[in-house]
């Protein structure tokens, strides 16, 4: 019960409250999933990316094939510029959920920090539509569901930064009138 408060304190934006919530179920049940998983998010939009790989390694123990373990390792990994640790674990996120558009999404930038333009657009596209159809079945299923803002809940992302991040990468690949194509829809989507 703490652990799920902590967690919709989260959702709200309120990370004290969440953190607080958060610890105080991770100390009655230290291996709470859920709550470890909520504790190093909090941990890595703080940059505590250290503390947050240790407490992976622990949740690992428990849960070794979840994706969105796999996933955050990577986006830790990613924070303290180990680019090729965080490029494997992505790769086993992707491989665990090849559907997941935020894994993708993640995928694609550390495609373009390394370098990969061709990796990277191809992520990224992924991205842009395994979104769309994620919010479709979403918005089918529950019409309130849909993100206000464009912005999904607890990722960071809107379907315009992906084209912004698709532009970036077809700049790379010096394919000019793609790039214009996507940041012109960027910002007709985040408008």
Same mark, same amino acid.
């Given at each position: 019960l703490l652990a799920r408060i902590g967690l919709l304190h989260l959702k709200k934006g309120e990370e004290a409250q969440a953190f607080e919530q958060i610890g105080t179920a991770l100390s009655y049940k230290p291996n +709470?999933?859920?709550?470890? !998983?909520?504790?190093t998010s909090v941990m890595i939009a703080h940059g505590d990316y250290d503390v947050a790989l240790s407490k992976y390694r622990n949740a690992l123990r428990n849960a070794p094939e979840d994706a969105v373990l796999w996933n955050n390792i990577g986006v830790a990994y990613f924070g303290k510029k180990k680019l090729l640790s965080s490029l494997v674990c992505l790769r086993r996120a992707a491989y665990l959920d090849p559907l997941n558009w935020i894994i993708a999404a993640n995928r694609g930038i550390v495609a373009l920090h390394t370098g990969q333009y061709a990796c990277a657009a191809q992520m990224l596209y992924t991205s842009i539509h395994l979104k769309r159809n994620c919010d479709k079945t979403n918005t089918d299923r529950d019409p309130s569901k849909r993100p206000k803002s464009g912005v999904t809940e607890g990722t960071g992302y809107s379907?315009?930064? !992906? +084209?912004g991040l698709l532009a970036l990468a077809y700049i790379g690949l010096e394919d000019l009138d793609a790039a214009r194509q996507n940041n012109l829809s960027a910002c007709k989507l985040d408008s």
């Amino acid at each position: 019960l703490l652990a799920r408060i902590g967690l919709l304190h989260l959702k709200k934006g309120e990370e004290a409250q969440a953190f607080e919530q958060i610890g105080t179920a991770l100390s009655y049940k230290p291996n +709470h999933f859920q709550a470890t !998983l909520a504790a190093t998010s909090v941990m890595i939009a703080h940059g505590d990316y250290d503390v947050a790989l240790s407490k992976y390694r622990n949740a690992l123990r428990n849960a070794p094939e979840d994706a969105v373990l796999w996933n955050n390792i990577g986006v830790a990994y990613f924070g303290k510029k180990k680019l090729l640790s965080s490029l494997v674990c992505l790769r086993r996120a992707a491989y665990l959920d090849p559907l997941n558009w935020i894994i993708a999404a993640n995928r694609g930038i550390v495609a373009l920090h390394t370098g990969q333009y061709a990796c990277a657009a191809q992520m990224l596209y992924t991205s842009i539509h395994l979104k769309r159809n994620c919010d479709k079945t979403n918005t089918d299923r529950d019409p309130s569901k849909r993100p206000k803002s464009g912005v999904t809940e607890g990722t960071g992302y809107s379907e315009g930064m !992906l +084209h912004g991040l698709l532009a970036l990468a077809y700049i790379g690949l010096e394919d000019l009138d793609a790039a214009r194509q996507n940041n012109l829809s960027a910002c007709k989507l985040d408008s």
